[in-house]
């Protein structure tokens, strides 16, 4: 396995994540949504619901899988049940690519439900290497590592976070999620250079951004999903698009979900920002 050329990058267009709220609009209005990204931990059971709407909703758009709760950073054990469980929705849902976390969720049967991030350390870097590895060979095929929104830092972290995630990807031959949300709230979190972030990246290997709103408590921005996306969120996305070209681009909502009109009405600017940036670079 190993990293495409930019060029042969697939390019899927603008999509949004799948949520419940909306399977009986997908369904009956076929919205002009290019793709989907679904959450895989919500459909990896045997029956119900979900799986019978996502079976319907597959037939008619491209989609991708993006898990919550892999905890490649953790130092427990990789869980071969939820790998396997896993590579069982894969088969299924034929994904354009499958998606996790650069993070840890828990450790001693602790689950946090949060997405923690890792001491940017060498140790720590052959670590999740090595798990990446194993879980790429388990399911047969690359991964993609997205880019956590952090709030603490560790005083042993030797790198910054942007050096972990090129290194990690490099030496593990993965593929990267670029949340462009995550990394405007780092950077206001820590005071760091959201554009010194993007300019870092490998940009063969950035498959995917995710966009997502946050919200605002004075000195501390706390990555909350449950807004439009921010201005200079989009600002960043912008810069992104002149830095990397096409990506293939998706909104997160997860809490405070409006009707599917209004979100495919934020997709709609999505689309219109990065269209006008990669005419600018063609003219
Ligand atoms: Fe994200």
Redesign the pocket.
Known sequence: MSATHINERPFLGYGLGLRKDHYEAVLQDRPAVDWFEIISENYMVNGGKPLHYLDRIREHYPMVMHGVSLSIGSTETLDLDYLNRLKTLIARVEPAWFSDHLCWTGVQGVNLHDLMPLPYTEEAIAHVVERVQRVQDHIGRQMLL?NVSSYVSYSDSQLSEWEFLCEVAERADCLI?L?I??IYVSAFNHNSDPDRYLRAMPAERVYQF?L?GHTRQDDLIIDTHDQPIADPVFELYAAAVQHFGRVSTMI?RDDNIPPLPELLDELARVRRIAEHQLKEQVA
Do not use: F, G, S, V
Request: a negative charge.
């Open positions: 997205e999620l949340d949300n995550n995710h997502a997160e």
